[in-house]
């Protein structure tokens, strides 16, 4: 398979009033994508440039290394869409009308029945799979869709916002399932979502657009695993009765960097300071012993990428609704290290 | 680790449930099977097959209201040896036409509100067809659906004719006839109910436009014939305004074509249709009214798009 399934370049969009896409020029390899931005950053937009359906101002793009100018055709035969809107009829049974998209995008009747049937189950569709689609519940819903978009076993699924109007619980198997559809099915997704957290979890890359302009495009490992920080938290003994000072300047003695983790939760109490290599562990457990100190704990913090964004002072306002997402009680926790 | 104590029976338990993904490598068929897949569940749907128990009752009830004054007649005129039909098979359309209009107020907005309502078409774009594909398939196969409704009541008579030992030749003839009479109507009404109902995703607003437009425009139209006739009758000349009033509602249209050129007799007050001359005025209102609702349903389905 190509390495870059999706390609732009200097890709714009512009309606009389509004400049949707500004110049966009991108790489997306195989796996799962995340796009994110707020409420029209250009997100559907893209999508639809990318399915060929609305032809850009200028620029050009590409999706599994045809061009949607001209091979339009070609792209929604390979390509799955699920959209963010409801669209599926009330009267007919999820069976029927995913075989009838099936046969939409141009498999025979009998292929059609089978992998309606298969795709439905993989999606968690059962016995209900006969019952009129009116009486669903969202989750349903979204699973109908999400089978739908991927019947004829796509090489690439465009997910628009699948976690819409989700409870958590089907927010996470949502989620799971998009993962699946990479790991298992192999088959690479570009997802969409304003919720920085859901992307995180699930992605193996995340391009950030805000008012039609790249903001950034990186792998989630480079967002969240790019630096080695260390958390450290001490007890207070009678002998040092604050524990996190005493600590700190005995770091500075021997020539280590630290600050607090202002503005995370337990600040004051956390020293963070980054890791040189497998040295700067031992330095660690020596200084604490020496001093006679309980280590609490001391983890290597992964950023949330919500927090690369608090660079960027474009992002501010995004950056700050979902560091008020995550913090509530993540970072506390912790990853293991 | 249960795994590890009891290999076999749990791994005959896992492959039993979980098949895993297979890929498709199969044949993908393309545009032009997508279109004809998309006519065929249109023109299923156009009689409530596929669908639910309920929209089947009235495309049903109204295909039989249509065949069984066809069928009486039959029996009629086999009954009593009659040397012909009690009516011909161009006008046969033209006496049922409050059925027709009824199908296609009813069946129109099936075929495209529906989609519009619940946001389909988006679905439909973002496969190989393009929208002068959905337009054709969903026009083709409203259009089918009239045929099969107008055209199998004159199937009735003729097979009735047969039956009763008509005249074969005469008989063919007007069949033939009939048949291209019926198959102008179903394009022109399936075009004109088309873009009524596709202004609107609310069905109910395009059943009542339907209809409206239908009963109005023939109302109007029969009435001013009417008084035309009585005019001339007055003044004892020939009539020569009312079949050019033929031109403003779709059944009259349908009438003065037939009358002009598929020797029906018309059924305008006073029966005078237009001539041959005028006839070309008629079909070529028809063809455009034909091309012209495609034309319409094109530009509404270009804005519709995802």
Not at chain 1, 201 to 228: I, N, P
Not at chain 2, 14 to 24: L, P
Not at chain 2, 26 to 36: D, E, P
Not at chain 2, 277 to 294: N, R, T
Request: proline letters at 4%.
């Amino acid at each position: 398979m190509d390495v870059t399934v999706i390609a732009t370049e200097s890709l714009s969009k512009r309606f009389p009033r509004v400049t949707a896409l500004d110049r966009l020029s991108m790489d997306i390899g195989p796996g799962v994508t995340g796009l994110v931005g707020a409420n029209g950053a250009g997100k559907s937009t893209l999508i639809k440039i990318l399915l060929g359906l609305s032809p850009a101002t200028e620029g050009r793009a590409t999706v599994l290394g045809l061009d949607v100018a001209t091979e339009g055709g070609a792209i929604r035969e390979r390509v799955g869409y699920m959209p963010e809107h409801d669209c599926l009829p009330p009267d007919v049974s999820a069976t029927e009308f995913v075989v009838h998209m099936a046969r939409m995008s141009g498999l025979p009747p009998a292929a059609a029945r089978e992998r309606t049937a298969d795709t439905l189950r993989h999606v968690g569709l059962y016995e209900e799979r006969y019952r009129p689609i009116g009486g669903y519940s969202t989750g349903m819903k979204q699973r109908v869709k999400l089978a739908q978009a991927l019947v004829h076993d796509p090489q690439l699924v465009f997910l628009d916002e699948p976690t819409n109007g989700l409870d958590p619980v089907g927010r996470d198997e949502m989620l799971g399932l998009i993962r699946r559809i990479h790991t298992d099915f192999g088959i690479s997704v570009l997802v969409t979502s304003h919720l920085l957290g859901e992307l995180e979890r699930t992605c193996d890359h995340v391009v950030v657009v805000d008012g039609g302009k790249l903001l950034r495009s990186s792998s989630t490992t480079d967002f969240t695993q790019s630096t080695a920080i260390l958390a450290i938290e001490v007890t207070d003994t009678d002998e040092h009765p604050d524990g996190t000072a005493a600590m700190r300047d005995a770091l500075h003695a021997r020539g280590v960097e630290t600050h607090d983790g202002s503005g995370l939760p337990g600040a004051g109490h956390i020293l963070l300071l980054t890791a040189q290599g497998e040295d700067t562990y031992d330095l660690v457990r020596d200084t604490v012993a020496g001093l006679g100190l309980g280590l609490v704990r001391m983890e290597q913090r992964r950023h949330h990428i919500s927090e690369v964004f608090t660079d960027s002072d474009e992002q501010q306002r995004a950056a700050q609704q979902s560091t008020a997402q995550h913090s509530a009680g993540k970072e506390a926790v912790g990853h293991g290290g | 680790m249960a795994v590890e104590q009891t290999p076999a029976q749990t791994g005959a338990q896992s492959r039993i449930h979980n098949i895993g993904y297979r890929s498709y490598d199969g044949q993908r068929l393309g545009r032009a099977y997508a279109r004809r897949s998309l006519y065929s569940q249109s023109l299923r749907g156009s009689y409530g097959l596929g669908r639910s128990a309920k929209s089947k009752v009235l495309p049903m009830l109204l295909f039989a209201v249509m065949c069984v004054p066809a069928a009486i007649m039959v029996a009629v005129t086999v009954a009593t040896k009659a040397k012909e039909l009690p009516v011909e098979y161009t006008n046969y359309a033209i006496v049922m036409q409050a059925v027709i209009g009824l199908y296609v107020a009813s069946q129109a907005p099936q075929a495209v509100s529906r989609d519009l309502r619940f946001k389909t078409v988006p679905l439909y774009f973002s496969r190989p067809i393009e929208t002068s594909d959905y337009v054709r398939a969903k026009f083709a196969a409203l259009a089918s659906a009239l045929f099969l409704i107008t055209a199998v009541p004159l199937v009735v008579l003729y097979g009735g004719a047969m039956l009763a030992k008509l005249d074969f030749t005469d008989q063919t003839k007007g069949f033939l006839q009939g048949l291209v009479s019926v198959a102008l109507l179903s394009l022109l009404f399936a075009g004109i109910g088309l873009v009524i109902s596709a202004a609107t995703p609310r069905r109910g607003f395009g059943i009542a436009a339907v209809i409206a437009v239908l009963t109005i425009s023939y109302g109007a139209v029969s009435t001013l014939q009417a008084i035309a006739d009585a005019q001339t009758m007055v003044d004892g000349q020939s009539s020569t305004a009312a079949p050019w009033i033929g031109l403003f509602s779709p059944i009259t249209l349908i009438d003065g074509v037939q009358t002009a050129f598929l020797g029906a007799t018309s059924s305008y007050p006073g029966g005078v249709g237009p001539s041959t001359g005028a006839g070309v005025v008629f079909l070529l209102a028809v063809l455009g009214l034909i091309a012209g609702c495609y034309g319409l349903l094109m530009r509404r389905y270009r804005k519709v798009g995802l």
